[in-house]
């Protein structure tokens, strides 16, 4: 008897969704511990807001290429096996064995220089994972399908960082970085079966030595042109709305990782945490985010709009930070700081839902990698600005002011989404790809 073959990510919905769930999932799992656990150690072990500034810097600074990679994925693929799958699967194989790579690096606490060459190394691959993975969301996901996976897609992540950040704090209090390291590799190793066992479209092969072949679907959609990646692009980049998405990830991601990056640092020399308790504390904010992400946060973006919902997140962010900076005599009370780490974390995994959204509802399936990439790469360069700005502004200014420049950051953001006109750029890209396919037909005829 023939086996029943598993449906296509285009032909179950519910599929599409535990395909993005598995490689955010993924995804979260690194970023946790490069991003926030390794930080985290690092102050616990007395290195400098420079030092662990730089560290941050290595891991963002990859994430600013995906520009180059995107539009390679939208040019080459090996098509029998889909448009972004083979790279998919690529970026997850290349992220388990830099991730146990890694974990291999001698004496790290005093080989700063590698332990930021391997974290860079690292980010590479989830920079080239996320890419992907994005540009087949846009791809196979219909547009009111958008802010409910970008919910699913974020919890994933933050569940995932979540769990890295407590197994491998503890790993690393109990046990070394190695073995830390060499455990998170093998959970991101395990996600790397869900995209290969499904395809993108029916008939397509499950691996290069098997049976398959083009679907007409991603042979349609494929472009095969430079010019006419870099003409859809230009088109696109020329609209101010496109600029205002552009601007939007750039302001308040490089806000997001210059608040998150200091708050480790805070917590340890101020309220006097180890990082095994930040850890925890971020850990168990991120799970409580997660899993409100993966249950209301992209219903809550359907039912009441991107921008008034994404608004009242950035208002509800700026206002407990300016309640922190108010109450300097509660900073060494763990409690609060407790609360407020996981109150702060709820509100970021909503808002970055929305503004996710924002930025795949803007995009043009014909560049679908190209496009969104640009905006996340915007918005991992903006990152990297934030992470630049922590060692010069802390070491010049008090903890206040060094907190109240993030309340100034996000209220930029807030009003740069504010002019932004969403469905004027959705029908403008919509007519876009309905004239580039009737131009398509009329050259094949």
């Not at 190394?121 to 996901?141: E, H, R």
């Not at 049976?211 to 472009?223: A, E, F, I, R, Y």
């Not at 360069?381 to 700005?389: D, E, K, R, Y």
Request: aromatic content about 14%.
């Amino acid at each position: 008897m023939k086996s029943k073959k598993l449906p296509a990510l285009s032909e179950s919905t519910n599929l599409r969704y535990a395909n993005f769930i598995a490689l955010y999932f993924a995804e979260g799992l690194h970023m946790g511990m490069l991003f926030v656990g390794i930080p985290a150690w690092l102050a616990m072990q007395g290195k400098t807001p420079t030092e662990i500034g730089g560290f941050a810097v290595a891991c963002s600074l990859p994430w600013t290429f995906k520009f180059i990679a995107a539009p390679l994925m939208d040019r080459y693929t090996y098509l029998p096996m889909g448009r972004k799958r083979p790279w998919v699967i690529f970026g997850q194989i290349g992220l388990t064995l830099s991730f146990v790579a890694m974990g291999f690096v001698p004496d790290p606490l005093h080989n700063l220089d590698l332990l930021m060459g391997a974290a860079f190394v690292v980010s590479c691959f989830g920079a080239l994972q996320d890419a992907a993975t994005d540009g087949m969301a846009v791809d196979v996901l219909a547009d009111h399908q958008q802010a409910r996976a970008n919910g699913f897609m974020g919890g994933a992540r933050m569940i995932g960082s979540s769990l890295a950040l407590a197994v491998g704090s503890w790993l690393l209090s109990l046990y070394d970085f190695t073995v830390a390291i060499l455990v998170i590799s093998a959970m991101i190793g395990l996600m790397t079966l869900v995209p290969v066992c499904l395809r993108e479209q029916p008939g397509e092969k499950i691996l290069p030595w098997g049976d398959g072949k083009v679907s007409v679907q991603n042979q349609t959609l494929q472009v095969t042109s430079w010019s006419t990646i870099l003409k859809s692009l230009c088109s696109l980049f020329r609209l101010k709305d496109s600029l205002l998405v552009a601007a939007l990830m750039f302001v308040s991601m490089g806000s997001y990782n210059y608040f998150e990056t200091l708050l480790p640092i805070f917590a340890v020399k101020i309220t006097g945490w180890t990082n095994t308790l930040y850890s925890q504390a971020f850990a168990t904010a991120d799970l409580i985010g997660g899993i409100a992400g993966l249950l209301i946060g992209g219903y809550l973006i359907e039912r009441f709009g991107k921008k008034r919902m994404i608004g009242t997140y950035f208002f509800l962010i700026m206002l407990i930070t300016s309640t922190l900076i108010l109450s300097t005599s509660y900073w060494e009370n763990s409690t609060f700081l407790y609360g407020f780490i996981i109150i702060y974390r709820w509100l970021n995994a909503f808002a970055k839902i929305g503004v996710y959204a924002i930025a795949m509802q803007c995009c043009s399936k014909k560049v679908s990698a190209s496009q969104f990439t640009f905006y996340m790469t915007l918005g991992s360069l903006g990152s990297m600005v934030g992470a630049t700005l922590i060692g010069p502004i802390k070491e010049n200014f008090s903890w206040d002011i060094t907190f109240f420049l993030f309340v100034i950051m996000l209220a930029l953001a807030w009003l740069i989404m504010y002019f932004l006109n969403i469905p004027r750029l959705s029908d403008h890209i919509t007519k876009s790809e309905h004239t580039q396919a009737d131009h398509h037909v009329l050259v094949n005829i």
